[in-house]
């Protein structure tokens, strides 16, 4: 169920589907399998699978013509690229133009773009929990013929 759950959730962020969308799938899915499978209905109940595992995912804004990121302490309370003067946030098409004056409520940001990051060493740590895991991802440096033949990536220089 993990391993399926995983591959739907990559699924999701590669095609940008929506939580909704994502939901219905779920349950599509969920009527084609047999009556007792356990698969999650929503995108919350997916989610709540996943996130224990202990794999933290960083969202990190950034300039939407890619010039910098905005994680560092000089750029994280930037509201605009200092290379390119783009606009760190979405403009919203119901919000309207801030007249003088006028004090509207304070709405939640939307970044204009945002990368993911999976930091490296909790994800080495969970593939080399499961001994089977560890055991191939040794292959190379323990059982690997040095004979000058270019039998995988690794033989290269």
Not at 44 to 66: M, R
Not at 95 to 101: A, C, K, T
Not at 120 to 149: C, G, S
Request: charged share 30%; with cysteine.
């Amino acid at each position: 169920m993990l391993g399926t759950i995983l591959e739907l959730l990559q699924w999701k962020a590669k095609n940008g589907a929506s939580d909704k969308s994502f939901g219905q799938l779920l349950k599509i899915m969920k009527k084609m399998l047999p009556r007792a499978n356990k698969l999650p209905t929503t995108t919350y109940e997916a989610k709540q699978v996943v996130f224990p595992l202990g794999l933290k995912i960083q969202k990190i804004h950034a300039c939407p013509n890619d010039c910098i990121l905005y994680s560092s302490e000089e750029y994280e309370n930037l509201d605009a690229c200092l290379i390119c003067k783009a606009s760190r946030y979405k403009i919203r098409r119901d919000d309207p133009d801030n007249i003088e004056g006028e004090e509207r409520p304070c709405r939640k940001k939307i970044p204009a773009m945002a990368m993911w990051y999976a930091p490296i060493i909790p994800r080495l740590k969970h593939l080399f929990i499961n001994k089977d895991n560890a055991k191939l991802l040794w292959w190379h440096k323990e059982d690997h013929k040095v004979d000058n033949m270019l039998r995988h990536p690794s033989d290269g220089s």
